[in-house]
């Protein structure tokens, strides 16, 4: 995990989902170098978000975004067809 204060951020995963997260800790997380469960998801999301600042904005860091700026609640129907596509 960061070595900074970590801010409170929730991923939702399905019960599948998260299942099959929680397997592979178990099955590989330790062997990996992984601390915990959070410590996995938290290094898979920065390895994606590293790949998404190279192909959107020149490999270069985003500026970071204030808590509150982003949307909450539930999703709506479009955005829930997608997920399942």
Do not use: C
Not at 5 to 13: D, E, I, Q, R, V
């Amino acid at each position: 995990m960061s070595k900074r204060k970590p801010a409170s951020f929730t991923p939702y995963f399905t019960q599948e989902d998260a299942g099959r997260v929680r397997a592979a800790f178990l099955a590989a997380g330790t062997g990996e170098g992984y601390a915990s469960v959070s410590d996995l998801i938290e290094k898979a999301v920065l390895k994606e978000v590293r790949r998404l600042q190279r192909k959107y904005n020149g490999g270069k860091a985003w500026e970071p975004v204030p808590p509150g700026a982003l949307r909450t609640g539930r999703r709506n129907l479009a955005e829930e067809r997608h997920r399942t596509e």
